[in-house]
Every structure is written in C-alpha cells, then in structure tokens.
C-alpha cells in the first residue's frame, strides 16, 4: 500500500503566497503616504504666519486691532499684517514693504481678551484656525497692577 503525504504546500503554492506580501510590502508605504496627506489639513503658510505674529507680538510693547489689521507696536517701529481685498494677509512695517503671509483667506479677526488677543482665520476651504497672542511687556505690566 502506497502512502501518501497531503501535509504541506508545494513550491508553487510557496512563491505565490510570497509574491503577494511581497506586493503588499511594496505598496503598503506609498498607500501610508497618501493617508496621510490627506488627513494633515495644517497648511504650512498659515502656521509660519501664526509663528511669526507670535513671535513678533511677544516682543512688542503694545498690540492693537483695527479694521482686518493687527498693529504690533515695536520700539521704532509698527509692524501690521492687513487682510486685503484679493484674499491675502500681508506684512508691512512702517507702511513699507509687502510680505504675503498668506492665501486665499476669507476672514481675519482678532479679539481682545483681557490682556490677549484672541485671532482666528478662515480659508476659502473653510477650515479655521485660532491662536491667542499677548505682548509680554503688556502682561507684564497688568500682572504688576
């Protein structure tokens, strides 16, 4: 009597089944990638001009907002950044010097609270951002009082 062994995978059964992990190893990073572009809606302009107000109000002597624009009193200077017509912030010190700090923005508002000021923006996408910034001095000054 001849015995037979069904225990077990061919060579054939072996390379198909390698082939596909080795398929899905090689497409599984690129599908990562694309997940994850998709759920980072932070886009960078926005977040280098949050850094920079910040950073900039901080060391200011005094803030103020006034018609879409945030003035940043400096020692010599005033630093401001406008929403203008065509959707964009923009960056002047002392009225000179066009910067774009960002695009296709539908709405600018900055309210104060307290010693701070409270700022949110609005893209065309719809999607908002919010940051608080303060002068340092300015705090400084109501926390003695």
């Known amino acids: 009597m001849l015995l037979r062994n069904d225990s077990g995978f061919t060579l054939i059964e072996h390379l198909i089944g390698l082939s596909l992990i080795a398929l899905v190893a090689l497409l599984l990073p690129n ?7 998709k ?9 280098v001009f949050l850094n920079h107000v910040s950073k900039e109000a901080k060391e200011a002597d005094a803030l103020m907002w006034r018609d879409d624009t945030i003035f940043i009193y400096q020692k010599d200077s005033v630093i401001t950044y406008e929403l203008r017509n065509n959707k964009r912030i ?5 009225g000179k010097g066009v910067v774009i700090m960002a695009e296709d923005v539908n709405e600018f508002i900055c309210l104060p609270k307290e010693i701070a000021y409270f700022c949110q923006i609005e893209l065309e996408s719809g999607k908002r951002y919010e940051r608080s910034f303060w002068s340092v001095k ?3 000054t109501h926390a003695l009082e």
């Open 138 to 140: 300015e705090w400084a």
């Open 39 to 47: 759920t980072i809606s932070v886009q960078p302009d926005i977040v």
């Open 31 to 37: 599908f990562l990638i694309s997940i994850q572009a």
């Open 90 to 94: 923009q960056r002047y010190r002392d």
